[in-house]
T-cell receptor
Framework: KAGVTQTPRYLIKTRGQQVTLSCSPI?????VSWYQQTPGQGLQFLFEYFSETQRNKGNFPGRFSGRQFSNSRSEMNVSTLELGDSALYLCASSFSAPSGSNYGYTFGSGTRLTVV | EDQVTQSPEALRLQEGESSSLNCSYTVSGLRGLFWYRQDPGKGPEFLFTLYSAGEEKEKERLKATLTKKESFLHITAPKPEDSATYLCAVRAVTTSGTYKYIFGTGTRLKVLA
């Protein structure tokens, strides 16, 4: 059974550019969420999608956006990159809706973004 | 302010030496507490979800418990392969009815053979 696939694994961008990260969830999973992980702040929640609709959102600026397609695949976009956006970006998927009971997320291995 | 605090930050155990990791939280509208394990270079691996005080869940050498203010992850007779960072996270409902997820900074566990 394939896991959560994130592409690319590594990315180097210049300050001011924009970037799009991709996440393919486990087959049959309809919830996809995104997280930013840094050594200083730890894991921080970005947003969560279910059935192509953003259901929950963390406290990140509008430069961070995402979307989910009909096949549950998701993309995250960061515009006008800043040095502080350098981080590991993790995607996770779940079978249940966000309000579902007794479920957990399966995480991908992440995309490591470096902004120079 | 909503907060999740994990202790200790790091823990070294001898193989077979049981111990507990703590996750204390101050959130309103708790809708689940999650435990994950994270190995270097990998994404977190889901372990447990707990929803109400008094609830307990077990998986192999791990047992998670929940009270109204904290959760414990008990590790019984750990093995070197249990070495990892253990993360605690809470899901809480906001005033607008959406959810937010708050993670602790983790406990780095090292089990020595």
């Amino acid at each position: 059974k394939a896991g959560v696939t994130q592409t690319p694994r590594y990315l180097i961008k210049t300050r001011g550019q924009q970037v799009t990260l991709s996440c393919s969830p486990i087959s049959g999973h309809r919830s996809v969420s995104w997280y930013q992980q840094t050594p200083g702040q730890g894991l921080q929640f970005l947003f969560e999608y279910f059935s192509e609709t953003q259901r929950n959102k963390g406290n990140f600026p509008g430069r961070f956006s995402g979307r989910q397609f009909s096949n549950s695949r998701s993309e995250m976009n960061v515009s006008t990159l800043e040095l502080g956006d350098s981080a590991l970006y993790l995607c996770a998927s779940s079978f249940s809706a966000p309000s579902g009971s007794n479920y957990g997320y399966t995480f991908g291995s992440g995309t490591r973004l470096t902004v120079v | 302010e909503d907060q999740v605090t994990q202790s200790p930050e790091a823990l070294r155990l001898q193989e077979g030496e049981s111990s507990s990791l703590n996750c204390s939280y101050t959130v309103s509208g708790l809708r689940g507490l999650f435990w994950y394990r994270q190995d270097p270079g990998k994404g977190p691996e889901f372990l447990f979800t707990l929803y109400s005080a008094g609830e307990e869940k077990e998986k192999e050498r791990l047992k998670a418990t929940l009270t109204k203010k904290e959760s414990f992850l008990h590790i019984t007779a750990p093995k070197p392969e249990d070495s990892a960072t253990y993360l605690c996270a809470v899901r809480a409902v906001t005033t607008s009815g959406t959810y937010k997820y708050i993670f602790g900074t983790g406990t780095r566990l090292k089990v020595l053979a």
